[in-house]
C-alpha cells in the first residue's frame, strides 16, 4: 500500500474524531429542540446525521489526497526554478536575490510545514495498522451475526397453525404488504426478529404462540411487517457497515442507537395508527416479550430488526409513548387527569422493569371489588371410584340451584365417558349436562377420561379431547351454542413444553383456551371424607367435615391472595376449581357467604380471564398438577409459598379409607 495513501488515511481518521463528535453533539441538540416532533422527522435527521458522519472523514481523506498530490508538484516546480537562478544569474542582483530568497522560503517554509505533518507522527502506518485490525474484527463480528441470522432461518423452524396463517394473511391484506412474506415458528429464537431483504421471513418463537394473547400477537407481526414495508433493513445494513468503519467512535454508536430507538418509534406509531383500540394490548404486548426476553437472557445480532432487547430500543420509553399516544388527542388535559396519566404510567414502567422482572400487569389498579371465576370439574358429577354416584342427578340439582342463588356463574367441564361410550349417549347423566346447560351455566370439556396428560401419548390425550368435544358440541348444538373452554384433568399440563405448545395450538385451532387456575385447592379430599361420613350416616363427622372445610378454603384464599399481592400488587380477578360434590352442595350457603365477605363478586371465567395477569408467562410441564400462581413463581424463580394444611381429620380418613385399599 502506498505510502501517501496511509498517511492520508490515518489524518482522515484523526480527523474523524472531532467531525463525528460535531455531528453527535449537533444531533443531540437538535433532538432536545425537537422533542415534540414526530418520530418520523427525529428518525430521518438522525438517518442523516450518521450520513454526515460518515461523508466528513471519506471527504476529509480525499481533500487531503488532492493536497498531496497539489503539494508535490509546487515542490518540485520550486526545485526546477531554483536550479535555474542558480545556474543562469551570476553574480544575482539584490532585487533578484531578495525575491528569490523570499519566494524559496515561503514556498519551502509550506513544503516543510507538510512534510514534518507527514513526519510528525511517523507511527501513521501503526495507527491504520490498528484500524484496519479493528474492521477486521467487527467484520467478522456481522459475519457471525449473518451466521447466526441464516441459523435462525433455516433450522428448527416450522410453519404455524392454519389459524396463524390465516391471521397473517389479513395483517398482510391490511397494512398493505406487497412483498412476499413468511411467517414461521422457531424454537432457536426467544424474541420475533426479521429476517431476509429480498425474500424477508418473519420469524416468532414457538412459545409466543401460546403464552401471549392473540391479539397481543397481532400487534407484534404487524410491527415486523411495517418493518418490511419501510425497507427497514436496509438502514439498518448500512448502519452496521457505519459501525465498523468507525467502531473506535461512541458518537457514531450512538448515533446509531438514536436511529434504532426512532425507528421502533416510528413503526409503533404505525401499528398503533393501524390497529387503532389496541394500545393498550400493544402495550402489554411488548411488556410480555420483554419479560420472556429477560428470563431466556438472549441477545439478537444487531444487523437484525428484533422488536425486543436492545434491538427493539427502550421497551420503557416505547411503552410510554403507546399509551400517552391515547390522551394525545386532547391537547389541554386538566392537570388532575394529567396527574392520574402520569401515576398510571410510572407504575406500569416501574412494575415492568423492576429488580424482579414482574409483567406489565403489576401496574393495573386494584380493583374495588374482587372478581373470582369457578370451574367445576366434573359435570356429572364423579365419586372417588371414578363413577357418577347414585345421587348424581340430586347433587347437581342442588349444586345449580345454589349457583343461581348466589348468582354464581360457573362453568361445568364434561367428562365424556361419564355421559357417552362414544356412540350413543347416557340419557340420565347427559340430561345432567343439559340441566346444566339450560340453567344459563356454560359448559366446557376435559378428555374422554380423566386422565393425567404426563401418562397420556400425545395423540392418544388430544383423541380423548376430541371425542368429549363430538359428543359436548352435541348437546350445545341444542341451544345454539358453542364450547370456549378446556379444562386440563388434575391440572396437569404434560410431560414436555412440544407437547403442550401443540396441544395449545390445536385448541386455538377449534376456538377453545384452556384454564389457568390460580386457586387450586384439596376440596376433593374434604369431599371424599364427607361422602365416606354419609355412606356411614354419621351426622356428627359430617358437620366436622363442613367447619373444616370451610375453614381450610378460608385459609387458601388467603394463601393465593398473598401470592397476588406479592406478584402483582393487587388483587388479580382468580379462578378456582372445584368438583361438583356434595359437600359443596351442602355447603354452598357457608363456602359462597365465605368469599363474598372477603370482598369477591362473582363473576364468568370470559370476565375473568381478561385480566392482563394471565399473560404472565409460565414453562410448567412435570407429574404434578399446581396452580397457575405456582407456575408463575416457578417461571420467575422465586421460591413457593408454604400452602396450609388438609386438617389431620381428612388426611386420616383418606389414608384409612382411600379408593382402592
Known amino acids: 500500500m502506498n505510502y501517501l495513501f496511509i498517511e492520508n488515511l490515518g489524518w482522515a481518521l484523526l480527523h474523524s474524531i472531532w ?15 425537537s422533542s415534540g416532533a414526530s ?6 435527521v438522525s438517518v442523516f446525521i450518521l450520513g454526515l458522519a460518515f461523508l466528513l472523514p471519506v471527504t476529509t481523506f480525499i481533500r487531503l489526497a488532492g493536497n498531496s498530490q497539489n503539494t508535490h508538484r509546487a515542490a518540485e516546480a520550486f526545485q526546477t526554478r531554483d536550479s ?22 515561503a514556498a519551502e517554509s509550506n ?96 412459545s409466543v404462540f401460546f403464552q401471549i394473547d392473540p391479539q397481543e ?30 467502531f473506535y467512535h461512541p458518537g457514531v454508536w450512538w448515533i446509531s442507537a438514536q436511529i434504532r430507538r426512532e425507528r421502533e418509534f416510528v413503526c409503533d406509531d404505525i401499528v398503533s395508527l393501524a390497529l387503532e383500540g389496541k394500545r393498550v394490548v400493544y402495550a402489554q404486548a411488548l411488556a410480555n416479550l420483554e419479560e420472556l426476553r429477560l428470563l431466556t437472557n438472549t441477545q439478537v445480532p444487531s444487523i437484525a430488526l428484533a422488536i425486543g432487547g436492545t434491538n427493539g430500543g427502550n421497551l420503557m420509553l416505547r411503552i410510554q409513548r403507546i399509551l400517552q399516544k391515547k390522551t394525545e388527542i386532547k391537547r389541554n388535559p386538566s392537570a388532575w387527569s394529567a396527574l392520574l396519566g402520569f401515576a398510571f404510567i410510572s407504575a406500569l414502567l416501574v412494575g415492568i422493569f423492576s429488580v424482579n422482572q414482574v409483567p406489565l400487569v403489576n ?4 380493583a374495588k371489588d374482587k372478581k373470582l371465576a369457578i370451574g367445576f370439574v366434573s359435570i356429572p358429577p364423579v365419586d372417588r371410584s371414578g363413577d357418577p354416584p347414585k345421587d348424581a342427578d340430586s347433587t347437581a340439582r342442588l349444586i345449580i340451584a345454589k349457583l343461581t342463588q348466589h348468582k354464581v356463574p360457573a362453568i361445568g367441564f364434561v367428562n365424556g365417558s361419564m355421559i ?55 348437546l350445545l348444538a341444542e341451544k345454539d351454542l358453542e364450547l370456549h373452554y378446556f379444562s386440563y384433568p388434575y391440572l396437569n399440563t404434560g410431560k414436555s413444553t412440544e407437547d403442550k405448545i401443540r396441544f395449545e395450538a390445536w385448541l386455538r385451532v377449534r376456538g377453545m383456551r384452556s384454564i389457568p387456575y390460580t386457586i387450586d385447592n384439596s376440596e376433593w379430599m374434604y369431599s371424599y371424607a364427607y361422602d365416606m ?25 388467603g394463601h393465593f391472595e398473598a401470592y397476588s399481592q406479592e406478584m402483582f400488587g393487587r388483587d388479580i380477578a382468580q379462578t378456582m376449581v372445584l368438583t361438583p360434590s356434595r359437600l359443596v352442595a351442602d355447603s354452598a350457603d357457608d363456602l359462597f357467604g365465605m368469599i363474598e365477605r372477603r370482598g369477591y363478586k362473582f363473576v364468568s371465567m370470559d370476565e375473568a380471564l381478561k385480566d392482563e395477569a394471565y399473560g404472565t408467562p409460565e414453562n410448567f410441564v412435570g407429574k404434578s398438577g399446581i396452580s397457575w400462581f405456582e407456575r408463575w413463581t416457578m417461571a420467575q424463580k422465586k421460591r413457593l409459598r408454604d400452602e396450609p394444611k388438609v386438617s389431620a381429620q381428612i388426611l386420616k380418613i383418606w389414608d384409612e379409607r382411600k379408593p382402592g385399599k
Open 19 to 33: 467531525q463525528i463528535a460535531a455531528a453527535a453533539f449537533f444531533l443531540l441538540a437538535v433532538l432536545r429542540l
Open 39 to 44: 418520530a418520523r422527522f427525529r428518525y430521518a
Open 84 to 105: 535555474f537562478l542558480r545556474e543562469k544569474i551570476s553574480p544575482p542582483n539584490e532585487r533578484l536575490q531578495n525575491i528569490k530568497d523570499g519566494e524559496g522560503a
Open 111 to 206: 513544503y516543510h510545514l507538510i512534510l514534518n505533518s507527514a513526519d510528525l507522527p511517523s507511527k501513521m502506518p501503526w495507527l491504520v495498522a490498528l484500524w484496519l485490525l479493528g474492521v477486521a474484527c467487527f467484520t467478522l463480528r456481522l459475519f457471525g451475526g449473518v451466521w447466526q441470522l441464516h441459523k435462525f432461518k433455516t433450522r428448527q423452524i416450522s410453519e404455524p397453525e392454519k389459524f396463524w396463517r390465516e391471521k397473517f394473511s389479513a395483517v398482510c391484506e391490511k397494512l398493505e404488504i406487497t412483498q412476499k412474506v413468511k411467517l414461521l415458528s422457531s424454537k432457536l429464537v426467544e424474541t420475533p426478529i426479521v429476517i431476509g431483504w429480498l425474500k424477508p421471513v418473519i420469524l416468532i418463537p414457538a
Open 217 to 246: 400477537l397481532e400487534t407484534i407481526i404487524a410491527h415486523e411487517l411495517i418493518h418490511i414495508r419501510r425497507r427497514d433493513y436496509l438502514v439498518n445494513f448500512a448502519q452496521s457497515l457505519i459501525e465498523i468503519l468507525f
Open 363 to 366: 401496574a393495573q389498579k386494584t
Open 420 to 474: 357417552s361410550d362414544g356412540e350413543k349417549l347416557f340419557p340420565v347423566r347427559a340430561n345432567i349436562v343439559r340441566m346444566w346447560r339450560d340453567a344459563g351455566l356454560e359448559v366446557g370439556i376435559g378428555n374422554y377420561k380423566h386422565v393425567w396428560f404426563y401418562d397420556t401419548p400425545y395423540d392418544e390425550y388430544v383423541a380423548g379431547v376430541e371425542k368429549t368435544e363430538q359428543i359436548t358440541s352435541k
Open 533 to 557: 361420613a354419609r355412606m356411614d350416616n354419621d351426622i356428627s363427622t359430617m358437620n366436622e367435615i363442613r367447619v373444616d372445610f370451610i375453614k381450610y378454603m378460608d385459609q387458601m384464599f
